[in-house]
């Protein structure tokens, strides 16, 4: 089995950064194809940004040239560097990724979700 983990959410105002984690654990496994997913209230989740393992970036629209995810593979964890931040980015925050487990086996993974509130 494997476990991804959020961290890093919090309340911040207008025009501030954070920074979120996620840790993905466990055993026999190798993370592929990684990604931030985010949901506002009464919204749909929605794609904020992907990497892949050799480090290929991806973003939304409304994201590109604020946000910045990254990976170290060596520790299983990927980031979302969050600059700029804008009230419309307050949502929930979800980590997703591709992972291959002993035997092949190829399953999609979530993470529990991190709560971003930007408000002044």
């Known amino acids: 089995q494997v476990q991804l983990v959020e961290s890093g959410g919090g309340l911040v105002q207008p025009g501030g950064s954070v920074r979120l984690s996620c840790v993905a654990s466990?055993?026999?496994?190798?993370?592929?194809?990684m990604g931030w997913y985010r949901q506002a209230a009464g919204k749909q989740r929605e794609l904020v940004a992907v990497?892949?393992?050799?480090?290929?970036?991806t973003y939304a629209d409304s994201v590109k040239g604020r946000y910045t995810i990254s990976r170290d593979n060596s520790k299983n964890t990927m980031y979302l560097q969050m600059n700029s931040l804008k009230p419309e980015d307050t949502a929930v925050y979800y980590c997703n990724a591709d992972v291959i487990r002993t035997g092949w086996v190829r399953n999609d993974y979530w993470g529990q979700g991190t709560q971003v509130t930007v408000s002044a």
């Open positions: 990497i892949t393992r050799g480090g290929s970036t």
């Open positions: 466990g055993s026999g496994f190798i993370v592929y194809n």
